[in-house]
């Protein structure tokens, strides 16, 4: 099955979105900057443009306060017109400007209603204290201005402040409007960007796809030499690490192969061992009586007729036990036959009552199904029967009783074979089929006969089981039946 990583969270998109959001944040961090910075200009220029206007009408204020103090002139709306050409200047267009005395009182404002009014304000305080022009951004009538205020003052001698209002809208808004080209600008980078990154990740993700396509091929089953990669930077470097890789596998997975026929053949040899002394038991029998008709034909050569049949039942008797024998030792594939179970229950007791024949066990059968037609390898089945046997009787420290029951369950035929041992613990009921696990003392066991009894049940398209038993261990082997899979 075909792995395949989400659009969203393969490297490439990862690189288009990581790279993008920091060209993105990059250019808004820019334009942050230059923004700041032309407030701060814009700022500064109409502070100074402020700080002249204030300066410049500070002067005929003054004097026209000068010559009222003296009495040369009277007042005679004279600081009033000051006031309203400081507010009709086109540049600049301030919003408001106001004369106060040195206690703050309204003497001359752009809105008369404000006339006389006494100004308590930390503004009108820092102008009084203060020799040079403060500027402070405040608000007026719900409009943001910035008051530039002017002491009225020379040589020590104060006649109060001007103060003029203004606006911040226009330069708001020209900061509105370069706001607005910021983010168009940072946006714009932001697809050029994703547009170059996109083509520049899909150039480094081709070969890591094409690489991931050759990973998919690899059967693990059969693995396969993986063509080598031209590239010198680290995706060619990846591919020959894959190259590698594959090829220290392929040999591993050989020298493995080799490894487990060798104890397959291993286990192979020790179990017909096993079965040789009693193979050797059966087989002495009918030797004897072979000998025994031989001697009376040697005397009386005229009873062959009599003696001629049990001659031949007694070889063929032989016969059977070595092809036995040889059956249970030999390797290669599967070889599916048409088999009945009566004649493979015959067989599987007979041969597992060989292979114990020297040790105190007992085998009962305690139920047999209707004899049926399995199509299997009896050779196979006998040596997964043979090798559960040997295992039950390892466990019943070779004196004990044995169970062999088969029935017919749904489109199954299987065999229970069940000892009166101490049974398995719970804790390694799911390790007891892992190759090369084995609970018995060094050297008493390879740890793959479960294993290999396992695996060739399956071949079958059945199924090697432990079953619950109330005493000892029960091992069921289910063989589909008219070829169906278990």
């Not at 005229?302 to 032989?318: A, C, N």
């Not at 199509?375 to 019943?396: G, M, Y």
């Not at 289910?478 to 899979?485: E, F, Q, S, T």
């Amino acid at each position: 099955m075909k792995n395949t990583v989400p659009t969203l969270l393969s490297l490439r998109a990862k690189f288009m979105f990581f790279a993008t959001s920091l060209v993105f944040v990059f250019a808004v961090v820019l334009g942050a900057l230059a923004w700041n910075n032309q407030r701060q200009m814009l700022i500064e220029r109409l502070e100074e443009s402020g700080s002249v206007l204030v300066s410049s009408m500070a002067i005929p204020i003054i004097n026209a306060l000068l010559y009222e103090e003296l009495g040369l002139v009277s007042e005679g709306g004279l600081l009033d017109n000051f006031i309203l050409t400081i507010i009709d200047n086109p540049e600049l267009q301030p919003v408001y400007a106001l004369a106060f005395d040195t206690e703050g009182k309204i003497l001359a404002h752009s809105q008369m209603s404000l006339y006389g009014e006494q100004l308590t304000d930390a503004l009108t305080q820092q102008v009084l204290l203060n020799n040079d022009v403060q500027v402070t951004e405040t608000f007026w009538q719900g409009q943001r201005v910035l008051d530039v205020g002017e002491p009225l003052a020379i040589h020590g001698k104060r006649w109060g402040g001007l103060r003029v209002g203004l606006p911040l809208t226009p330069l708001y808004e020209e900061l509105d409007a370069l706001t607005a080209r910021i983010i168009n600008y940072s946006f714009s980078i932001a697809c050029i960007a994703l547009i170059i990154f996109y083509i520049t990740g899909e150039r480094l993700a081709r070969p890591l796809r094409r690489l991931a396509g050759q990973m998919e091929q690899v059967d693990s089953q059969s693995l396969t030499e993986v063509p080598p990669d031209p590239r010198r930077d680290e995706i060619g470097l990846l591919h020959r690490s894959f190259r590698h890789m594959i090829s220290r596998l392929i040999t591993s997975e050989k020298e493995r192969d080799q490894g487990v026929q060798q104890l397959l053949e291993n286990e192979r040899l020790v179990t017909a061992g096993r079965i040789v002394a009693g193979v050797a038991h059966e087989i002495n029998n009918p030797l004897a009586g072979i000998q025994g008709a031989l001697y009376t034909l040697q005397k009386k050569p005229d009873t062959f007729e009599q003696y001629h049949p049990l001659l031949l039942q007694e070889v063929d008797r032989i016969s059977g036990i070595v092809h036995q024998l040889l059956d249970i030792s030999s390797a290669g594939e599967l070889e599916m036959a048409a088999v009945e179970t009566d004649h493979l229950t015959d067989d599987i007791l007979r041969i597992c009552q060989l292979a114990t024949k020297d040790l105190s066990i007992e085998w009962v059968e305690e139920e047999r199904a209707a004899n049926t037609t399995l199509n299997c390898d009896a050779r196979k089945i006998q040596q997964v029967a043979l090798n559960l046997a040997i295992n039950a009787a390892d466990a019943l420290r070779n004196e004990g009783t044995i169970r062999v029951r088969s029935q017919v369950n749904g489109d199954r035929f299987c065999w229970c074979i069940t000892d009166n041992g101490p049974g398995i613990p719970k804790h390694l009921r799911q390790q007891i089929f892992t190759p090369f696990f084995t609970t018995k003392v060094a050297g008493k066991g390879t740890g793959i006969g479960l294993a290999f009894c396992a695996s060739t049940v399956e071949k079958h398209g059945g199924k090697l089981r432990l079953i619950d038993s109330v005493v000892g261990a029960s091992f069921e082997i289910c063989l589909p039946l008219n070829g169906k899979d278990v």
